[in-house]
């Protein structure tokens, strides 16, 4: 047996768990799979250094406990939602809300849908007892500890179904929001399915209400591909400052299938964003990219996991982090080709620009090739901002902080200019500017 | 009074004194020729004066309309009149050129207290000084000198200066690498900005430039010094004898 010391903390959780079991949703086969979720958890208890993956991001010594289970939340928490939303509202989508760990119909655009979307609250989904869902819901790997913890807490999030032949040009955003004071932890865990010959783009954003500081997110997406289809994703982690976001996304790809998809860290103490994507169909194409944007004591992870597990599919990943004052940037970028998979063509580039001594930028990029006729490849890299560029621009009259802000946005751009969508792109081109803007 | 002033100007890099009490003043609407072999200390010079960290100034002053220049960040001697176009003009990926210059000259106005200047009004503004410089417009559009042959980096700098209208210019080697019909065009912008208010230094190796740039004041600079002031004829006679003479007295 597996004997790891366990905290107070892992204690106290066990008991959190046998008080709230009952609320949380799904009987039968769902509650059985949810014990042993916890129980995979309990074995572990919150991931620490000494484990391989988790060896830069340490929730044992960063996150020390998991708070107690937020409470439903009542009109004034959904109003401060409300106000949360509104300063980070982007045109032309349909918003789907989550409000401390709850779907919230009122807030949420679902009226008029398009022919072959369906959006239902996992919560009714897993009360109306539909097995092949649930099953679905709660497959993905419980090894993870943190994804086991969201498996088992999981009190509610979006089920959206896209059947096969449809193209929505109306982008889904699924808003996290943390309406309040108290600290406390959700759990959400969403699933979209695409079937084959789809298109849609998901946005997911994570925001704090007014007041809402040391809370702590946890949610889980996962995300099915169909033969043909395509999915653009845009995530913007733009949290309390003092709060923790540990979250991870598990995407198949079908044939022919295409994932694009781009991350924006700029909020949040702590995050941790773990990606699995595994190509199941030939010819798929995967794009991951992100920016990381962070100061203070800020420490945010990014952990990808991308598996080529038949051939002729393609990956390409941009990520760029700006780290300032004592913050920490995580990437770690896993790829797998495995025997079968020929003509794998993976490229992976990563860069972090550090603006203070003390900032600190970790860099893991793994390469597990096991096909012989592939074209893999992998950078890295860390610096300063260029001082003879600084002072070119100075001379022309720029101050110092906005000389810089002109080399930082062109250092995200990189990353920033992959998403496809104009108005998207837009948005994470905005809360960059804000970043930058903040720091002037 | 002088626009530009530099007193007895002591400078060091990494230890090492470069300048060694460097005198020079100059008056607006003069054009004055720095001239000296490489590594006499020129390029030094236009640093300090642009205000390039890294540099120790260990004694001397620079005034620039009686202020001391020394005191101000690189941005605020923009503001104030002081432009330098680069012997080596960096590179900056990213950046489109049009967007950097609208910030900066934008950055300039405010610190004096001026309205920014809208996004059209610059454009015609650009378009016009780009013309007159023989700079396509869509090199305004790409990175700033991303991709830009030696001439065409030449040619940006000129442009920039005719965009800010500086009080005092330094141009440090803008020969260097230009062919002659390039020469010419970057000549005739630059000599199209002198004006009785304005003042030039042009720093250079060769004579040839000094056709085109016909200055008031000549200096010979050697080892860190101005080892001999005259007017232009003092450039042809360079020309022809060569700076060893001045090595000696150096
Ligand atoms: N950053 C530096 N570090 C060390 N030495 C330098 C540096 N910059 C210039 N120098 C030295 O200072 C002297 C003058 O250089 P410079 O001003 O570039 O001369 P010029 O422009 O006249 O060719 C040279 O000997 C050069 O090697
Ligand atoms: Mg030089």
Not at chain 1, 153 to 170: C, H, K, N, Q, S
Request: proline fraction near 3%.
């Amino acid at each position: 047996m597996n004997v790891v010391a366990k905290t107070e903390t892992g204690r106290a959780l066990g008991d959190a768990f046998a008080v709230v079991r009952d609320r949380l949703p799904g009987k039968g086969k769902i509650a059985d799979q949810r014990q042993q979720a916890f129980e995979a958890y309990e074995r572990s208890g919150l991931p620490h250094r000494r484990i391989e993956d988790w060896k830069y991001t340490d929730l044992r010594a960063l996150m020390r406990e998991v708070l107690p289970l937020a409470p439903a939340p009542d009109a004034a928490a959904l109003d401060r939602a409300t106000a949360a939303i509104k300063l980070r509202a982007i045109d032309g989508v349909r918003r789907l809300v989550l409000v401390d760990g709850a779907f919230a119909a009122d807030l949420s655009d679902l009226g008029s849908l398009e022919k072959g979307l369906s959006v239902r609250p996992l919560r009714e989904v897993l009360d109306a007892g539909d097995a092949a869902l649930s099953a679905q819901a709660f497959a993905s790997d419980i090894s993870n500890p943190m994804i086991a913890l969201n498996g088992a807490m999981a009190t509610d999030g979006v089920v959206i179904d896209i059947a096969d032949g449809t193209v929505l040009t109306r982008p889904l955003h699924i808003v996290h929001v943390a309406s309040g004071t108290a600290p406390v932890a959700m759990f959400t865990r969403s699933l979209l399915r695409l079937g084959r010959d789809t298109g849609v783009t998901l946005v997911e954003s994570y925001l704090a209400g007014e007041g809402a500081k040391a809370y702590q997110t946890h949610d889980g997406l996962i995300v099915a591909i169909g033969d043909n289809a395509r999915l653009d994703h845009v995530r913007l982690v733009e949290d309390s400052v003092d709060a923790f976001n540990i979250s991870s996304a598990t995407v198949t790809l079908g044939a022919h299938a295409h994932f694009n998809t781009f991350g924006l860290t700029s909020g949040g103490h702590v995050s941790r964003y773990q990606l699995t994507v595994t190509c199941a169909g030939e010819g798929s194409k995967v794009e991951t990219n992100g920016v990381n944007l962070i100061n203070g004591k800020q420490h945010a992870d990014t952990t990808l996991f991308l598996d080529h597990a038949v051939p002729h599919c393609a990956s390409r990943e941009i990520f760029r982090a700006v780290v300032d004052d004592r913050a920490h940037s995580v990437f770690q970028g896993r790829i797998i080709v495995r025997p079968d998979a020929q003509k794998t063509d993976a490229k992976m580039m990563t860069r972090a620009l550090l603006l203070s001594d003390d900032a600190e930028a970790d860099n893991k990029p793994e390469l597990e090739i096991f096909a012989d006729d592939v074209t893999c490849g992998h950078g890295a890299t860390t610096g300063a901002l260029d001082e003879s560029l600084l002072f070119y621009m100075r001379a022309r009259g720029l101050p110092e902080k906005e000389a810089q802000a002109l080399l930082i946005q062109a250092f995200v751009g990189e990353a920033i200019e992959t998403i496809v969508s104009d108005a998207l792109r837009d948005v994470a081109i905005a809360t960059a500017q804000r970043w930058l803007e903040a720091r002037a | 009074m002088s626009l530009l002033e530099v007193k007895d100007l002591q400078v060091r890099v990494e230890e090492r004194e470069i300048l060694h009490g460097l005198s020079l003043t100059v008056n607006p609407g003069q054009v004055h020729a720095i001239m000296g072999p490489n590594g006499s200390g020129k390029s030094t010079l236009s640093h300090v004066i642009a205000g390039k960290p890294g540099y120790e100034v260990t004694g001397g002053q620079i005034l620039f309309k009686g202020e001391d220049l020394l005191e101000m960040a690189p941005n605020e001697r923009a503001a104030k009149g002081v432009f330098l176009a680069f012997q080596y003009p960096v590179e900056i990926p990213g950046v489109t050129t049009w967007n950097f210059l609208h910030a900066a000259l934008n950055a300039q106005r405010k610190a004096r207290g001026e309205d920014e200047i809208s996004s059209p009004a610059f454009l015609k503004k650009v378009r016009e000084v780009a013309k007159s410089l023989n700079i396509p417009q869509d090199m305004l559009k790409r990175g700033v000198n991303v991709g830009f042959s030696g001439g065409e980096k030449k040619r940006n700098e000129i442009l920039q200066m005719a965009l800010f209208e500086p009080a005092v210019c330094i141009l440090d080697e803008m020969d260097s690498g230009l062919d002659i019909d390039a020469l010419r065009i970057a000549a005739d912008g630059v000599n199209a900005l002198r004006s009785p208010e304005r003042a030039m230094v042009v720093i250079t190796h060769y004579q040839r430039l000094l056709n085109y740039i016909v200055p008031d004041v000549v200096h010979v600079m050697s080892k860190g010094r101005v080892v001999k002031s005259g007017g232009k004829e003092l450039a042809l006679e360079l020309e022809e004898s060569g700076y060893a003479q001045f090595e000696d007295a150096a």
